[in-house]
């Protein structure tokens, strides 16, 4: 199901220290600085799944519209095929666009409600200038038919607000499926739509990922269903990376103490477990327009280390082969403060 | 939403309803004018006090008559060619008669002779006119004499040529004596000049009541007025004649203290309110929206310098601007229409800019975006396909607008004279005192038009909102 990546090949999608800054003007003539993303670093490729996990704000969003160019960052690099897309001008970027595209959160605000379906999933290959007329509405209903809206001539016609949410979101799919892409970014593609078609959308996603060898950056804050959906997960903090791995790992055996309150935070799928007292994070997450010193969870963490985590930013430690965290606990700056704890321990037991 | 499936929306209400079928009868009757109306109506016609010289003055329109007194109908009798002629010698005399019906307790509100274009060789024409009652009597009441040659003219001498000669009978001397002459031997009533002249019609239409006073007993039944012209030769040639007996109503509407007739004025005034109200709320909006879009949609400076003009177009109070430029400029239609436009885009910019930069914001910019979309794809093909009805019904309400505030500037006296509008008429006759004197006629139908066309367009904006606001759409649909 997932390909490995050949070794030695250039990863399809690699960004590299992206930063993102927003400035924003704040009150009286101050203006502020929101780090919606902080120099994080990321590949994927053809066929594979990563899912981006954090709470609300933390630049899951952000990082998807760097990765399709819909933002320009303010450092760091965004490689497509080993061709620099951070500062190309917009119109040398068809290449791209055909091959990158993005399946949006809300079927109800991305879908123009005064097109027809078919004008939808045809407008890429209009803005595209593929094909004739009616290349093009076989292409169309081809699409409809990959999404199993079918049959497509039913839909050809009908405008947005006559669907379903589910049905909007496969037109989305559709629209995004017609210029075949290789890398798609679905950011919550599945958070808007209700409950009972979900599971179909991304069974559906996964089908077609198989088909078309396309590379999901897929977003969610639900780490519990990226179980399902993505083999690798990263999570997110206040603009950085702070754990990466195969998501089985990451759910069995959170690493990072951030990683960890967000899957107590989770709720218990059983209901006889709902109201047990778990512990959950402490307090609101930190605007990105105020980063903490250090490492920026060390106001929440648990196991926060006074003198070393709000000093130092926290080291990324490659733990296994396929897992990477960014936390002192794995530092050796931490480890040997963890020793020294325990010899001082230990001798004051003595 | 496709413009079918919008005008069956707006069909489904009453209101929308309502609105295009006003909007149909304002359209219809625009569109017959342009076939019977010369463009320089305004200043040929409707401006110019001759034109209107043989029409009864502040009389109200005809279906009065219906209820209340019977005022005397408005008669005119036109000829291009003599009923008789009379030769004798060398002279000819062409008569012209014209028989009426007189049924009104009344007298004509007045009594005019035209002769137009005569040309003579030898001796200047005699006009002059008879009149023979129900009662069997006759009254020669005219006697004029054509302006002779002048020693710089050869002949054919021509006279009336532009303009025919017009004998308001009581106005005239000679034909004030006459009517004296004719009281005084037919029912030895002797009465002065002065008394005559307030009563002229009256004591031709009438019996006299006293034996000194001007009272007179109304006379009914048939008149024939008699125009004779004596030509002294051949060669001398008529061209027309006319005698009007002047009602105490007039046509369909009325006329006002010029005469003239205010159905023709009230009709050309459809169009001139239709063409100052779409064609300034066109152009507005198309310059609203186009700023507003680029103003949203490129943001930075552009964005700033488009808001700043807005901000301060907005914040000019409009009235004193155009007082103040149209008496710099005069009185011109065009100027108004056009300081409406330039006044009236900012406000749309405004909003459009902020309908902007929610879209922009949205998901299906951001979806457009990754597909490639130009800028200006997105721009027009998406974010003002979202914003078209929105615009739409913003137009149709800017239109009466536009055509209030030409009310407005007309009623101030500041029209332009070469159309007339409803707002003149209204203007012209709150300036003479028609609402006081009790001109009804002259008051109300260019104000309930006034009224009316802007409740079209408010009716239809009305009825637009379904098609605004997707959701009550659904619910429709
Ligand atoms: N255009 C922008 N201008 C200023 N600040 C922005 C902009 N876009 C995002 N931000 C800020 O950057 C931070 C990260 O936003 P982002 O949308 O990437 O979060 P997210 O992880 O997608 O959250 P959610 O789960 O709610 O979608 C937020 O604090 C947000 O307010
Ligand atoms: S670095 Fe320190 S504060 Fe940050 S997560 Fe690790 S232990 Fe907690
Ligand atoms: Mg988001």
């Known amino acids: 199901m997932t390909v490995q990546p050949e070794i030695g090949a250039a990863p399809m999608l690699d960004l590299q220290d992206v930063a993102m800054h927003f400035k924003s003007r704040g009150r009286g003539f101050r203006t502020t600085t929101v780090r919606a993303l902080d120099g994080v670093s990321l590949t994927l490729d053809r066929g594979e799944t990563i899912a981006i996990v954090g709470e609300s704000g933390c630049g899951k969003t952000t990082m998807g519209r760097v990765s399709l160019r819909l933002l320009e960052p303010t450092a760091g690099r965004v490689l497509f095929d080993n061709i620099d897309i951070t500062e190309v001008k917009e119109s040398r970027l068809k290449g791209f666009r055909r091959r990158a595209q993005g399946i949006f959160q809300d079927p109800f605000t991305s879908l123009d409600p005064y097109m027809t379906i078919r004008q939808i999933v045809e407008e890429p290959l209009v803005i595209h200038g593929e094909g004739s007329a009616s290349e093009r509405l076989e292409r169309v209903e081809w699409a409809l038919e990959e999404v199993r809206m079918r049959p497509a001539s039913d839909f050809l016609d009908r405008f947005p607000h006559l669907l379903s949410g589910g049905q909007r979101q496969r037109v989305g799919i559709a629209r995004a499926l017609t210029l075949t892409p290789e890398y798609i970014l679905a950011d919550e593609p599945v958070s808007m739509i209700d409950a009972s078609s979900r599971a179909e959308i991304l069974a559906l996603l996964r089908e077609l990922q198989e088909r078309h060898r396309i590379g999901y950056l897929y977003i969610t804050h639900d780490i519990a269903t990226a179980r399902h959906f993505a083999p690798t997960a990263t999570v997110m903090y206040l603009g950085r990376i702070v754990e990466q791995g195969p998501t089985a790992d990451l759910i069995s055996n959170p690493l990072h103490p951030y990683t960890q309150g967000l899957l107590n935070a989770v709720p218990e799928p059983d209901p006889a477990n709902r109201l047990a007292e778990r512990p959950v994070l402490p307090g609101e997450a930190p605007s990105p327009a105020n980063v903490p010193s250090g490492c920026r969870f060390h106001p929440r963490c648990p196991v926060f280390m006074a003198g070393l985590c709000d000093v130092v930013e926290p080291p990324l430690v490659q733990v296994e082969l396929d897992r990477t965290v960014e936390c002192h606990l794995y530092g050796e700056e931490g480890q040997a403060r963890a020793e020294q704890d325990a010899t001082e321990s230990v001798s004051e037991n003595a | ?477």
């Open chain 2, 1 to 477: 939403m496709r413009p079918g499936e919008a005008l069956r929306v707006v069909l489904r209400s009453g209101s929308g309803r309502l609105g295009i079928g006003l909007l149909a009868v304002l359209v219809f009757v625009s569109l017959l004018v342009p076939f019977f109306y010369p463009l320089d109506f305004g200043l040929r016609f409707w401006n110019n006090p001759i034109a209107w010289a043989d029409n009864p003055k502040a009389a109200p329109p005809a279906w009065t008559n219906l209820v209340g007194d019977q005022a005397p109908r408005h008669r005119v009798f036109d000829a291009e060619s003599p009923s008789q002629t009379v030769e004798t010698g060398p002279a000819t005399t062409r008569l012209y008669s014209f028989t009426f019906d007189h049924d009104s307790e009344t007298p004509p509100t007045f009594l005019s002779v035209s002769v137009g274009e005569v040309s003579f060789y030898d001796r200047p024409p005699v006009i002059s006119m008879s009149l023979a009652r129900p009662d069997g009597l006759t009254a020669t009441i005219l006697q004029e004499v054509v302006r002779g040659q002048r020693p710089d003219e050869t002949p054919p001498v021509s006279r009336f040529a532009d303009e025919p000669r017009r004998i308001f009978l009581s106005g005239d001397t000679n034909a004030l004596t006459a009517a004296t002459d004719f009281l005084l031997q037919e029912f030895g009533l002797r009465l002065s000049e002065a008394e005559i002249q307030g009563n002229l019609e009256a004591a031709l239409f009438g019996t006299p009541t006293s034996s000194d006073a001007p009272e007179f007993e109304p006379l009914t039944g048939e008149y024939t007025a008699t125009i004779r012209v004596i030509t002294y030769d051949s060669r001398d040639a008529v061209e027309s004649v006319r005698f009007v007996a002047a009602g105490g109503v007039f046509g369909l509407m009325g006329t006002d203290t010029q005469g003239r007739n205010l159905a023709t004025g009230l009709m050309f005034g459809f169009p001139v309110a239709l063409i100052i109200g779409i064609s300034t709320s066109v152009a507005a909006t198309i310059l609203g929206t186009f700023f507003g879009i680029l103003s949203g949609f490129s943001g930075g400076r552009t964005d700033t310098i488009i808001q700043r003009v807005s901000d301060v177009m907005t914040n000019i109070p409009l009235l004193p601007i155009l007082i103040f430029l149209i008496f710099v400029l005069g009185q011109k239609l065009w100027l108004v229409m056009t300081i409406l436009v330039i006044f009236g885009w900012p406000g749309l910019t405004i909003i459009l800019r902020s309908m902007v930069l929610q879209v922009r914001s949205g998901q299906l910019v951001e979806a457009t975006q990754a597909l490639g979309a130009s800028r200006w794809r997105i721009m027009f093909r998406h974010v003002f396909f979202q914003m078209a009805p929105f615009i739409v019904a913003q137009m149709i309400f800017f239109t009466p607008a536009a055509i209030l505030a030409e009310a407005g500037l007309s009623f101030l006296g500041l029209g332009d004279p070469s159309l007339p509008t409803w707002g003149q008429i209204l203007e012209q006759g709150f300036r003479t005192g028609a609402i006081f004197i009790g001109y009804w006629w002259w008051i109300l139908p260019p104000g309930i038009l006034i009224v009316i066309t802007a409740m079209t367009f408010v009716l239809l904006a009305l009825a637009m909102e379904p098609v605004l606001n997707p959701r009550l759409r659904e619910t429709a649909a």
